[in-house]
């Protein structure tokens, strides 16, 4: 059974920083491209960032120079960290493991608000 499981989410005052995880279980984990979307309030899911299996990142425009994706193998983790975080960047945060079929996480909730 596939699992994506995110915490790390949470409320941050406009300009701090959060660090979110994604530990994932029952899929050969280094063989994953992995990725972390996020859905706003009535929009719809987008792309904040992705690593690939080798460990190429690349970002959304609108986090570029704030965030960064990393992934461990040997803990079958993918980490999102997130800086000068903005209220726009408010969201639930999505976790997907994707090799052909897509499997993805439960979210977990970002607010950014003073």
């Known amino acids: 059974q596939v699992r994506l499981v995110e915490s790390g989410g949470g409320l941050v005052q406009p300009g701090g920083s959060l660090r979110l995880s994604c530990a994932a279980s029952g899929i050969i984990f280094s063989l994953y491209r992995m990725a972390w979307y996020r859905q706003a309030p009535g929009k719809g899911r987008d792309l904040v960032a992705q690593?690939?299996?080798?460990?190429?990142?690349n970002y959304s425009d609108a986090v570029k120079g704030r965030f960064t994706i990393s992934r461990d193998n040997a803990k079958s983790t993918v980490l999102l960290k997130m800086n000068s975080l903005k209220p726009e960047d408010t969201a639930v945060y999505y976790c997907k493991a994707e090799l052909g079929y897509a499997h993805w996480g439960q979210g977990t909730q970002v607010a950014v608000s003073t």
């Open positions: 690593i690939t299996r080798n460990g190429s990142p």
